[in-house]
Structures are given as C-alpha cells and as structure tokens.
C-alpha cells in the first residue's frame, strides 16, 4: 500500500497557473499506474493525467497542452503544472494509484475565479 499527500491548490484567476504536488509514502516509480483525479462539485471524479511506469505520461483531452506532469525522485513527489486555468477546472483534485491507494486522500481545492 502506499498514501499520498495533496497540496498546492488555491484560489487563482482564469489564465493563471499552479502547480499541485502529490508527496508519496513510497517510491512512485514503483508504480504501474498513478494518476491524478478531480472531482468538481455535482460532477464524477474524472481522471486529468497520469504517470505510467514511472516514467510515461498520459493526459485527459481536456487538458492536454495546458497541464503538465513532472517528478522529483529524491522527494518520492510527483507535480502537476497547470497553466491557462479556465473556471471549468475548478475541482478539489486527488492523486491515487488503483489497487494502491486503500483510500482517497483529502484532495487539494483548485478554484479558479476572477
């Protein structure tokens, strides 16, 4: 099993940027799958990028070429960069591993608004 820590999020103008950090209790190059997640308010969670085998990365079409993965090995963190934020990816968002992960952590709140 391993757990995840969310931070980074906060309230940001449309068109801005934050970058989230997902601080693993292990080794996320490990894993086969780990994937970040959001949930927007009366919305189902749906899944935003992803770290495959380490090291590959996959991105919902929503959000390719604006987000962004990246990882830092010695801090077992994997990051996401979001740039050109728009309302629509106002969501509390969530790192998580299939199979992995026992539970759902908090999430890190991502508002975005003018």
């Known amino acids: 099993q391993m757990q995840f820590v969310e931070s980074g999020g906060g309230l940001v103008q449309p068109g801005g940027s934050l970058r989230l950090s997902c601080a693993a209790s292990?080794?996320?190059?490990?894993?086969?799958?780990l994937g970040w997640y959001r949930q927007a308010p009366g919305k189902q969670r749906e899944l935003v990028a992803s770290?495959?085998?380490?090291?590959?990365?996959n991105y919902a079409d929503f959000v390719k070429g604006r987000f962004a993965n990246s990882r830092d090995t010695a801090k077992n963190t994997l990051y996401l960069q979001m740039n050109s934020l728009s309302p629509e990816d106002t969501a509390v968002y969530y790192c998580?591993?299939?199979?992995?992960?026992?539970?759902w952590g908090q999430g890190t709140q991502v508002t975005v608004s003018s």
């Open positions: 998580y591993a299939p199979g992995i992960t026992p539970s």
């Open positions: 292990g080794s996320i190059f490990a894993l086969y799958f």
């Open positions: 770290l495959i085998n380490g090291e590959g990365t």
